[in-house]
């Protein structure tokens, strides 16, 4: 399927052969043009059009002298257009001087000195421009199977990350066709809008390939590939250590990358030296355990393109139900692994995925700059999520009872859900001494009152106070309460009463904790 749809697009613009490397640096050459230069269209009026080539016998052609120092001249600011004016009689000398140390002038120099080289260097070395077709059309073979090799390794390293199940056509390799109209872009966004939401639920571990073809620029067809990080763990490292010192599961991740066929020819080709031109796109998507779990590197993609408000309300749901959206991604911080932006001469999803998967589960302390700190990865006592916890981390982190509740308290936002979170992450000798617990042990006394005050017909319906604390439906991923008994004794009654009693009941309690 894959061989199928490259096949169907034209490369014979690629430059192939000895003429290669000129050809991208030309390419680069003229990308520096300013842009007064450039056609009537985008150009000025007051500049001449100029575009740099070569001949086929590695030559500059006629006229190239004449643009180059038109282009020197401008960047020098001595060039005479339509109304130049020195302005002073220094102006002459000090211009000049001080325009040649500008990174414009420098970087348009350099680049024209490059193609310059390559120029003689094939002309030392007698090279012949290569204008074989079938020459041509056989180096076509062997990059189109060495791009298939790409995507056929990576399948098959995903069969063995999945246990050996296969990817299939049509479900997990998709091919669309979404032209550049504005119609077609609405359905193309709203395409992978759905396939992220299908992912999103991580019921399924294997990744999506989407082939989309553009008619009108063959060149920037695309293939996608939507890989799902599932379960992370996070690894804390003292520097350069390599055993860790704290591990702690933290959420999922949805990773895209997104390649255009030009991209994948110049790979399989060898046209380029740098990354830019085999750079892909990539975007990230960090889906918590927990609300308010958050990852070093990513930050929530909900707090993209949405109000304050606006985040807060979809902060308070389950993660899971967090809108999804291909034009809205989480923001990143790659450090030093610049795989994971897609920068690589030759491209290796392989890699890509392994470099990925490092880079979001890997934190060393003393050299690690992150988004956001380690200590928001978690809730809760660090013992308690890692038995085997070195001191060493709380040593140099520590743990702080006031900062865990304050941006738990951000996130969930009553004493319920709050104790749901704390009986899951934490341990009783940390919520023993632990202010903000045990304030909630109190306001959850006072949130049931409040249930009964939100009763339509507060006299002839049953009173919420009735039921068990832990019958109250809360986030996800939350087990049942296992705080200490005396507490459970003074906030769960077994009897059923009026509301008066009820509130009696309330009123007392408050009085015997004010008494003590």
Same mark, same amino acid.
């Given at each position: 399927m894959i061989k199928e749809f490259i096949e169907k697009h034209d490369f014979s613009y690629l430059p192939i052969g000895p003429q290669a490397k000129l050809i991208e640096s030309l390419e680069v050459l003229n990308r520096s043009i300013p842009w007064q230069f450039q056609d009537s269209t985008h150009g000025s009026p007051n500049y001449p059009t100029i575009k740099f080539d070569v001949n086929k016998n590695f030559s500059w052609k006629y006229?190239?002298? *004449?643009?180059? =120092?038109?282009?020197?001249?401008?960047?020098?600011?001595? /060039?005479?257009?339509?109304?130049?004016?020195?302005?002073?009689?220094r102006n002459i000398w000090e211009r000049t001087d001080r325009n040649r140390r500008t990174y414009s002038f420098q970087r348009f120099k350099n680049r024209m000195f490059d193609v310059d080289t390559i120029l003689h260097q094939r002309r030392w070395s007698n090279a012949i421009w290569l204008d074989d077709k079938k020459e041509i059309n056989s180096l076509f073979d062997v990059c189109t199977n060495e791009i298939v090799k790409i995507f056929d390794n990576y399948i098959k390293y995903i069969g063995m990350l999945n246990k050996d199940h296969v990817m299939e056509e049509g479900v997990d390799i998709i091919q669309t066709n979404f032209p550049n109209t504005q119609e077609d872009l609405m359905k193309e966004k709203s395409f992978y809008d759905n396939l992220l939401m299908e992912m999103w639920k991580f019921d399924d571990t294997k990744p999506k390939i989407v082939l989309n073809s553009s008619s009108d620029q063959p060149s920037q067809s695309q293939i996608t590939v939507l890989h799902p990080f599932k379960d992370i763990m996070?690894?804390? /490292?003292?520097?350069?250590? #390599?055993?860790?010192?704290?591990?702690?599961?933290?959420? @999922?991740?949805?990773?895209?990358y997104s390649l255009t066929l !030009? #991209?994948?020819?110049?790979?399989a080709l060898k046209l380029s030296s740098t990354p830019r031109i085999t750079r892909g796109r990539t975007k990230y998507w960090f889906k918590p355990h927990v609300q308010g779990q958050k990852h070093p590197f990513l930050n929530y993609h909900i707090n993209n393109g949405h109000s304050g408000n606006q985040r807060r309300a979809i902060q308070a749901t389950k993660p899971s139900d967090w809108p999804i959206n291909y034009n809205r991604s989480s923001n990143t911080c790659a450090g030093n692994i610049n795989i994971i932006d897609g920068s690589n001469n030759k491209i290796n999803l392989i890699k890509w995925v392994e470099n990925v998967h490092t880079w979001i589960s890997t934190f060393r302390l003393g050299i690690t700059h992150p988004l956001n700190t380690i200590t928001q990865g978690y809730f809760g006592d660090p013992e308690h999520l890692d038995p085997n916890i070195n001191d060493d981390y709380l040593d140099r982190v520590g743990f702080s009872y006031d900062s865990c509740y304050d941006r738990m308290?951000?996130?969930?936002?009553?004493a319920n859900e709050r104790n749901k979170v704390c009986n899951k992450f934490c341990t009783e000798k940390v919520m023993t001494v632990c202010g903000g617990y045990q304030s909630d042990l109190k306001y959850m006394e006072h949130e049931k009152i409040d249930l009964i005050f939100k009763?339509?017909?507060?006299?002839?319906? *049953?009173?919420?106070s009735e039921l068990?604390?832990?019958?109250?439906?809360?986030? =996800? @991923?939350?087990? @049942?309460? @296992?705080?200490?008994? !005396? /507490? #459970?004794?003074q906030m769960i009654y077994d009897t059923i009463g009026s509301?008066?009693?009820?509130?009696l009941r309330w009123v007392n309690l408050n009085q015997n904790e004010q008494n003590r």
């Open positions: 006229g190239t002298f *004449k643009n180059a =120092e038109a282009i020197k001249n401008f960047w020098e600011g001595s /060039y005479k257009h339509k109304g130049f004016k020195w302005g002073s009689i996070m690894n804390v /490292y003292v520097v350069e250590d #390599q055993v860790p010192v704290f591990r702690f599961p933290i959420g @999922n991740v949805i990773g895209s !030009e #991209q994948l020819m110049y790979s308290s951000d996130f969930h936002r009553t009763e339509k017909d507060m006299i002839e319906r *049953k009173i919420h068990p604390i832990e019958n109250t439906i809360l986030s =996800e @991923n939350t087990e @049942n309460d @296992n705080y200490p008994m !005396e /507490y #459970q004794n509301v008066e009693e009820d509130m």
